[in-house]
């Protein structure tokens, strides 16, 4: 009976030990001191929190919040610009009356995001513990990005599925999808014309022109690939096809083949090829009252004389003219012809996010004229999605 009575008394007791551990409260006390922030958005005081929460969340300490804190910190103007060193944390913990001070840095630097934590031991004025980790550049991210630093440093079980979603892929510099931007997608924009182009397009209808104004809109859509790539430098193949002059009732379609360099970390961008259409012309002269001219001009009181539909041409002084004189001119009513011209463009891409805007001011020249214009599009980066795209960003 007694036997008996001294395991249920052990049990009684293991349980209630067991329970005891269960509910005890962390006995280490810990403060936050904002850390350095560079190249981000997120404020410190906002990073604070985050690191606040995940160790609460770890219930390894008892953590200090703001309002703990801030009696302290505003008396002293050390404490109030920036305090981050660790004799200046130390000094903080003393003042603060806790065991431990925490703070760091979160740099953006380039494609990565770094996060440091150090953790400070006030009474032996030296470091506890601290640790370094690169992160992929998703910045919505960086409450996670500190979980992860935080459970390394006290020897915890990261999610694998998590760490390897955000960690930073450091690749050869010389592989093809290093500093890759991708600007396949649609483009918009406009051009004055320049030359003969330009007199064609005013030109009166009846006398052949298209009788437009020498401008024009475009739309199109280009399509790229990159086939070399370091970290600041692209080569590009870039198709484009492009519909102009729908705003003034026109269909001038095109197609444009260039090879491009994209450079530097602002993205700038240089490009030239040819660019293919369709042209209507026809051969002939100009004729009035029996006199002919090679002006290569059309003018009101002058008409061209296609030379299909020339019958015998004679001079002034009735003599027959074998040749008055063709030329080869732009004509809505003459026969169609591939025409070339050759493109050159600068520009450079804008971003925000995963958003790409791209932007190129370009010259397409021809015998005679060509196209003056500037254009944009834009892409959404889609190699590159946030772990939790659908929750808004937890700056608290």
Request: aromatic share 12%; with cysteine; proline share 3%.
């Amino acid at each position: 009976m007694k036997t008996n009575q001294f395991k249920l008394t052990s049990l009684l007791s293991a349980i209630l030990l067991g329970l005891g551990g269960f509910f005890a409260q962390p006995t280490n006390s810990i403060a936050v001191s904002n850390p350095n922030i560079n190249s981000l958005t997120i404020k410190p005081e906002s990073a604070a929190k985050m690191m606040r929460l995940e160790l609460i969340k770890m219930n390894k300490y008892k953590v200090y919040d703001e309002f703990d804190m801030n009696e302290i910190i505003k008396a002293k103007e050390e404490y109030k610009v920036g305090c981050y060193g660790q004799g200046c944390l130390a000094r903080l913990g003393e003042e603060l009356k806790v065991d431990y001070v925490m703070s760091g840095s979160i740099d953006g630097l380039g494609n990565k995001i770094v996060v440091t934590i150090k953790i400070i031991d006030v009474k032996a004025q030296n470091l506890y513990k601290s640790s370094v980790r690169e992160f992929d550049n998703q910045e919505t991210e960086i409450q996670r990005m500190i979980e992860i630093v935080l459970f390394e440093m006290h020897g915890l079980t990261v999610e694998k599925a998590l760490s390897d979603r955000l960690a930073f892929k450091n690749e050869i510099i010389t592989s093809n999808n290093v500093g890759k931007v991708n600007n396949s997608g649609p483009r918009i924009g406009g051009a004055v014309l320049t030359g003969d182009v330009r007199e064609f397009a005013s030109r009166d209808i009846k006398y052949g022109g298209l009788g437009i104004q020498p401008f024009t809109s475009m739309i199109g859509y280009q399509i790229e690939g990159q086939y070399v790539g370091t970290e600041n430098f692209s080569a590009l193949v870039e198709g484009i096809v492009n519909i102009s002059g729908l705003e003034q009732s026109q269909f001038i379609p095109s197609i444009s083949l260039l090879n491009g360099f994209r450079f530097g970390k602002g993205n700038y961008e240089f490009a030239f090829g040819p660019r293919f259409g369709i042209s209507y012309t026809s051969n002939g002269y100009l004729d009035k009252d029996g006199l002919y001219g090679i002006t290569g001009r059309y003018y009101k009181d002058w008409e061209w004389i296609s030379y299909a539909n020339q019958n015998n041409i004679v001079d002034q002084n009735g003599d027959l003219l074998d040749n008055p004189g063709f030329e080869t001119h732009f004509d809505k009513d003459g026969s169609p012809r591939l025409s070339t011209s050759f493109i050159i463009a600068f520009g450079r891409t804008f971003q925000a996010g995963a958003l790409n805007v791209p932007v190129n001011i370009f010259y397409s020249s021809q015998r005679g004229g060509g196209f003056l214009g500037v254009n944009m599009g834009f892409n959404v980066v889609k190699s590159k999605q946030p772990i939790n795209k659908q929750s808004p960003q937890r700056y608290y």
